[in-house]
């Protein structure tokens, strides 16, 4: 079955710390991945995607994310994070060459930033 | 770029009431539209997808129901809730080919009493 494992519940960073959330995913095939960004009583946002190419993708808001197929992984990662990056964030995953995409998401991570 | 409107923002409701909560999509036309719920630490959960007027795919038994009366207009309804429906409703539309993403709308707090 398709599953997304975002392992940490919570993370606490430090203002300026850099930052890294994992992502876990089982899948038939390599899918297209997906990170979403939700602020409190907020729609999500998207941060990123990997759809082929360099397995390193930039996102916005400073974020970039590794596509690791031999870990079945796609990783967050931020150099330094702000206040204003406090949010749940989730990692999606979905099918390839369809139009409609079912995503299967993780629970999520919810950040803290710390001054 | 398209564009999802929700309302209610936020709705409290008694159960045995019914429920009809609207998503409106700009900006594009003939998208495929979602409903998920989201609730506390559980993610987000498709319930029901629609690739077209009148098309609808349910996701998962429950006793909710949706409909796509317009190419733009996706509703979410019940006809009696149960304190069980709680929680973030959001609505989302994609169009185009498989490498488009799907776009958020703000979503709906329903909280069943």
């Known amino acids: 079955a398709q599953s997304v494992t975002q392992p940490d519940i919570h993370i606490t960073v430090s203002e300026g710390a850099s930052l890294e959330l994992r992502c876990n995913y089982s899948?038939?095939?390599?899918?297209?991945l997906f990170w979403y960004v939700q602020s409190p009583g907020q729609g999500l946002q998207l941060l990123l995607k990997?759809?082929?190419?360099?397995?390193l993708v930039q996102g916005i808001k400073g974020f970039e994310a590794e596509f690791k197929r031999s870990q079945s992984s796609f990783n967050l990662r931020k150099p330094s994070v702000h206040w204003s990056d406090a949010a749940e964030y989730f990692c999606?995953?979905?099918?390839?060459?369809?139009?409609?995409?079912?995503?299967?998401f993780g629970t999520g991570t919810r950040l803290l930033v710390s001054p | 770029s398209q564009t999802i409107h929700q309302w209610p923002a936020t709705l409290v409701q008694p159960v045995g009431s019914p429920l009809s909560l609207e998503c409106t999509v700009e900006g594009t036309s003939n998208p495929n539209l979602y409903w998920y719920r989201q609730a506390a630490g559980r993610g987000l959960q498709l319930l029901f997808y629609s690739v077209g007027i009148g098309q609808i795919s349910s996701e998962v038994p429950q006793n909710l129901s949706a409909s796509r009366p317009q190419d733009r207009q996706f509703i979410l309804s019940s006809k009696k809730l149960l304190l069980s429906d709680s929680g973030f409703y959001l609505c989302?539309?994609?169009?185009?080919?498989?490498?488009?993403?799907?776009?958020f709308g703000p979503g709906t707090r329903l909280t069943v009493l």
């Open positions: 899948y038939g095939a390599t899918p297209y």
């Open positions: 990997y759809f082929s190419g360099d397995t």
């Open positions: 989302a539309g994609k169009t185009g080919g498989s490498t488009d993403t799907q776009y």
């Open positions: 999606a995953v979905g099918p390839r060459n369809t139009g409609f995409q079912k995503l299967v």
